[in-house]
């Protein structure tokens, strides 16, 4: 029993400051992309109707299909999605230009990388569905065969203004900002 004791007690440094990095992954992260993308999100897609100005359609039923009649299950897969656009663009910016994530002297740069990759990721994807798989019945099918290019440029929108809304929310002269540091 009491080797049991001694091992709890040289693990507790490492739990404590995988704790710690946890925490601070959440606060200064998770929590502020989370903010952002909701109001992305919500601003763009239902309050400005993006997608319809994309479209060219007031009442479209991809649009419908996708925000409306599966809302919950696209909102949660866009979550996902637009954290991978990111992901890559982080990966980018920070092994092949060495930027550090909180360096703002870059943050034009680091936007550009972002716009970037997300004209990228969405340009292959459009080619693929487009050019390179039959077309079926799968939403995004439809979707890349219905809007052509325009989806693309809607991608963009969408994730650049997301990582942008990313770093306001993180400003420290921004109200959540003071919200987040009391969690």
């Known amino acids: 029993m ?34 952002a993308y909701i109001l992305t999100t919500a601003s763009l897609v239902y309050f400005f109707k993006l997608p319809n100005w994309v479209i060219g359609e007031k009442n479209s039923p991809l649009i419908h299909e996708y925000y409306h009649k599966n809302g919950i299950t696209s909102f949660i897969f866009d979550y996902f999605l637009i954290a991978f656009y990111l992901l890559i663009a982080y990966l980018i910016f920070s092994r092949v230009f060495h930027y550090k994530w909180d360096d703002y002297r870059t943050n034009i740069q680091k936007m550009l990388i972002v716009g970037f990759t997300t004209l990228f990721i969405s340009s292959f994807f459009w080619i693929l ?11 995004f099918s439809r979707w890349f065969h219905h809007v052509g290019y325009k989806a693309v440029l809607y991608d963009y929108v969408i994730v650049s203004l997301t ?14 900002s003071k919200i987040i540091d009391n969690i």
Not at 129 to 139: M, R
Request: hydrophobic share 45%; no cysteine; aromatic share 28%.
């Open 2 to 35: 009491k080797w049991l004791t001694t091992l709890d007690i040289s693990f507790y440094p490492y739990i404590k400051i995988y704790l710690i990095y946890k925490r601070k992954m959440w606060k200064n992260i998770l929590l502020p992309y989370s903010i």
């Open 129 to 139: 569905f487009v050019y390179g798989i039959k077309k079926n019945n799968t939403f």
């Open 163 to 176: 990582y942008f809304m990313f770093h306001i929310v993180r400003d420290k002269d921004f109200f959540l």
